[in-house]
Structures are given as C-alpha cells and as structure tokens.
C-alpha cells in the first residue's frame, strides 16, 4: 500500500473515530479548535516485504483545559460508539484494503508542553505496519 492510500484511510479512521478536526500534515490558516494533525514518520522497524511508519497525532485546544482533546486521544486509541455503530481505535487494529493492509499499535502518548500560552497539546504515536 503507497503512503497516500494509507494517509487516506487514516483520515478516515480519526474522522470515524473523533467528534474534532482532522488535518493531514498542515494545519489551515483559518482552522478552529480543537484539532488534531497526523503525519507519517519514516520507522527503523522495517522487515523484509513491509513497510513500517510511525504515525503521529498531535491534538490541540486553545485553552488550558485539556478535557477535550485528551477524550478525543482516547477515542482514537480505544475506538467509541456512536448511536449502534462501534468504531474500533487505532490501537491493536488491523484493517484490510484491496491495496493491502495495516496493522496499528500504540508506541508512545503524553501530555507535551504547547508552544504558547493557554494552549493544550496531547501527542500520540502509533507503530504502523504495512504490508
């Protein structure tokens, strides 16, 4: 599976998965919070016939309440429900597509000090493996 058809799927997991934006890499000018922003990282945990990725997710609020971006964290990781339909979370998931599939699998998540005042930012990363 080529990075974009798995930054496609991606996105539309988070989307599935948190009630916040979801931005690929770059954060518009005129985006609202809270947001979270995912991006891919180039993994040393590589094996023959697959290709590994760290995917990171920074979530953001402008306030210093982190309640929502932290519900939105676990969300994304665990999976919720929404009405009857359960959305799985990243973590421990596999999903399979005609280009291949991916499994997920939480590597690292904390509380990181944001760039500004009255600001909150949570980051995750995931281990994901491609094949």
């Known amino acids: 599976m080529e990075i974009?058809?798995?930054?496609y799927y991606i996105s539309q997991r988070l989307v599935s998965l948190t009630d916040i934006n979801?931005?690929?890499?770059k954060v518009p000018d005129n985006?609202?919070?809270?947001?979270?922003?995912?991006?891919?990282?180039a993994s040393s945990h590589n094996v023959r016939h697959r290709k590994d990725w760290i995917l990171e997710l920074?979530?953001?609020?402008?306030?210093?309440d982190i309640s929502g971006i932290l519900t939105a964290a676990i969300n994304v990781k665990n999976g919720r429900t929404v009405g009857v339909t359960d959305?799985?979370?990243?973590n421990d998931s596999t999903q399979c597509?005609?280009?291949?599939?991916?499994?997920?699998?939480?590597?690292?998540?904390?509380?990181?000090?944001?760039?500004e005042p009255k600001m909150s930012r949570y980051n995750q990363r995931f281990l994901v493996k491609v094949d």
């Open 4 to 7: 974009d058809r798995l930054a």
């Open 97 to 115: 597509e005609t280009e291949g599939f991916y499994y997920c699998n939480i590597d690292f998540e904390a509380e990181l000090p944001p760039l």
């Open 87 to 90: 959305y799985i979370g990243l």
């Open 31 to 41: 985006a609202s919070y809270p947001y979270v922003v995912f991006k891919f990282i």
């Open 22 to 25: 979801v931005y690929n890499s």
């Open 58 to 64: 920074d979530y953001w609020k402008d306030s210093n």
